[in-house]
C-alpha cells in the first residue's frame, strides 16, 4: 500500500514536499516513481529513483526544480518541488515497480502499485 501526504495550495515560486509512505517489508527492492495528472491531461512521469537511491531520472519539465529521494529504512520516498508554477497543478501519484527496465522507468505501465494521489495547487 501507498500513502502520499504533503500536498496543497501555494503560491507560484513556494516549495511543498511530497511523502510516499510504504507499507510491506520489500520498499527496498523496487523502483519508485512520481507521476501527475492535470484535468483533461494524460498522466506523465514526474521523476523516478532506482531501489537503491543511486539513480534519478526527471521530466525536463521539472529538472533543476524537483528533487526524488528515498528513504529506505522508512519505507518512504519524497518529492521535493521548489518553484512551483501554476503549470504544476495536478493530482500526484506516488507508484512502485519491480524489476522495471531503463526505458520503461517514466512508463505508467511499468509500476505495479499505485497511491490515492495528492493535489498540488500552484496559484499564480
Known amino acids: 500500500q501507498l500513502v502520499e501526504s504533503g500536498g496543497g495550495l501555494v503560491q507560484a515560486g513556494g516549495s511543498l514536499r511530497l511523502s510516499c509512505a510504504a507499507s510491506?517489508?520489500?520498499?527496498?527492492?523496487?523502483?519508485m516513481g512520481w507521476f501527475r495528472q492535470a484535468p483533461g491531461k494524460e498522466r506523465e512521469n514526474v521523476a523516478a529513483?532506482?531501489?537503491?537511491?543511486?539513480?534519478?531520472y526527471y521530466a525536463d519539465s521539472v529538472k533543476g526544480r524537483f528533487t526524488i529521494s528515498r528513504d529506505n529504512a522508512k519505507n518512504t520516498m519524497y518529492l521535493q518541488m521548489n518553484t512551483l508554477k501554476p503549470e504544476d497543478t495536478a493530482v500526484y501519484y506516488c507508484?512502485?515497480?519491480?524489476?522495471?527496465?531503463?526505458?520503461?522507468?517514466?512508463?505508467?505501465?511499468?509500476?505495479?502499485?499505485w497511491g490515492q494521489g495528492t493535489q498540488v495547487t500552484v496559484s499564480s
Open positions: 510491506g517489508r520489500t520498499f527496498s527492492r523496487y523502483t
Open positions: 507508484a512502485a515497480g519491480y524489476g522495471i527496465i531503463l526505458s520503461m522507468i517514466r512508463t505508467d505501465r511499468a509500476y505495479d502499485y
Open positions: 529513483i532506482r531501489s537503491s537511491g543511486g539513480s534519478t
